[in-house]
């Protein structure tokens, strides 16, 4: 082996300047950008670091946020249900009083029905009474009614207390001495004489009497004067009759 | 032709050109010709460096490289790697390309040269001492060789020459025996086996640059181990008195 010195020298320079040369162009520029890269990988690690925290805290603040919403969609649905309740109770107030109503109306119609069908009732029957019992009188007594019912009247008249007959007396006086006789039928004139006669000795004297027609008053006769009257009809009959009917009618639809 | 017959021991002795003492070799002119690949393509990679996230693969394959290096020197010296890079890195890079670079027909690498070897092992041997004082000072790397006692230094001295000597020795022993080998086989079996012992040759190689640049960090930290220790008594000696 025979070692050239020159070659020896030369491989030592030649290294120092490889050395050299890949420090600079290698080493230097390799280790700087490794440095410059874990330098930037520290502080996006940092900011990473940086952005967590701030997430977590948004993420706390999210959470708390959402928590007071939930507990306000609570109170919020609370009070609704109970201004939902207040208002159905209201509602309900507020049907109850306009059935109470509708129920009232229609019984109030109800009643006026059977107040009409009552008097339809009484006046048929009236009719129907009135017809029967003069068929029956002026068959089996030879009786006329209507003068039965005018006998009848002429003794109410002659059987009126003292206190009775004044009171009208001064009824006659005050009303300009006008008596007004309504009765459901004609009055023959010789009944109405007798009339004339009965009252003039019964109650007073100078007086007029005028005689109106009245189908109304159901076979019957009435004197009117000044607020005060005299009369029979078959009205007091049959208000028996129908109070009787509308028992009956009333236990029936209880009964159903 | 063959750039070295086997009767030549050294591509020392295969002569280009020559004038007076000056004279220009095999070994010089492929050693400018690895240093010519490791600088350029050095430059080639560098000058577009990125230190963002997407870098080309040749960046990452250099930073590869020196981050083993930093790596292996920082376990050693554990602090301060990057000062001792550029002598150990390129060490390695140099030897390493030149053993690897047996695989091109007609190149002869320049470490099969006792001459590179020496030269390689005498730059280690200067940079211990430079290294030490350098850090320490002259006075505690002298007095180093004088431990325990004076008695000591001339083993130390004989220490240091001999491991400079084998440091030469194995790497020229290596290669150069490699290539012989290699051109033995060819004559005795040309077909198949020279392949694979080719193959070993290149792991045989990178080994070598392996070893080559860890003692000689081993070396340096050695010296540099010696006087921080000697740091932490007088440190130690301070805060106790």
Known sequence: MHIDWFVFLAQ???????????????????????????????ARFAEAEELKAKAGEAAEHYEKRNQLLNEKKEQMLNEATMAADAKRKELMEKVRAEVDQVKTRWQDMLIREQDAFFYDLRQRAAKQLYATARKALSDLADVDLEERIVDEFLRRVQELDEEKSVSIRKAISGGGNRVTIQSAFDIPVPRQVKIEEVLKKQITDGFTIRYLLEPDIVSGIELRVNGHKIAWSLNEYLELLVESLTETLQKEAHAA | MEVVSLNQISPDQVIIWSWMFI?????????????????????????????????????HLLEVIISIIRGEISEMTKKGADHYVPLVGTLFLFICVSNVLVIVPGFVAPTSSITTTAALATCVFIAVPYYGISRNGIFHYVKEYFQPTFIFFPFHVMGELSRTLALTVRLFGNIMSHEKVIGILLAVTPF????????????????????????SMVYIASALSAEDEVHEEVKKEGSTA
């Open chain 2, 23 to 59: 004279t220009l070799n095999v070994t010089i002119l492929y050693t400018w010709l690895v240093m010519a690949i490791l600088v350029v393509g050095s430059w080639l990679i560098t000058r577009n460096l990125s230190s963002e996230m997407n870098v080309s693969r040749w960046q």
């Open chain 1, 12 to 42: 030592i320079f030649n290294f120092l300047l490889l050395m050299y040369l890949l420090k600079r162009f290698l080493y230097g520029r390799i280790i700087k950008a490794m440095d410059d890269r874990e330098a930037k990988i520290a």
């Open chain 2, 192 to 215: 198949l086996f020279p392949v694979v012992m080719q193959i070993l040759g290149l792991l045989i190689g990178v080994i070598q640059a392996y070893i080559f640049s860890i003692l």
